[in-house]
């Protein structure tokens, strides 16, 4: 599904899904940073670490 798919859902709980997601990852993003610990994700297939220094930088866009 994608984020149109979502939209257009009957089941209001898939419909805020995305939102809550976001959500979500914006609250892990805070945990990095409030513990000096790395995010762990995967892109593409593969593992990426993104240490906290890179999140706390304004500039640098989020994964």
Known sequence: MN???LSKAKDP???NS???MGRA???ARQIV???NTALILVQDGK???IPP???RE???PHA
């Open 53 to 55: 220094d890179q999140l």
């Open 3 to 5: 984020p149109h798919d």
């Open 25 to 27: 990852a914006e609250m």
């Open 33 to 35: 940073v409030q513990t």
């Open 18 to 20: 995305l939102a809550a």
């Open 58 to 60: 304004p500039d640098k």
């Open 47 to 49: 593992i990426v670490r």
């Open 13 to 15: 709980d898939i419909r």
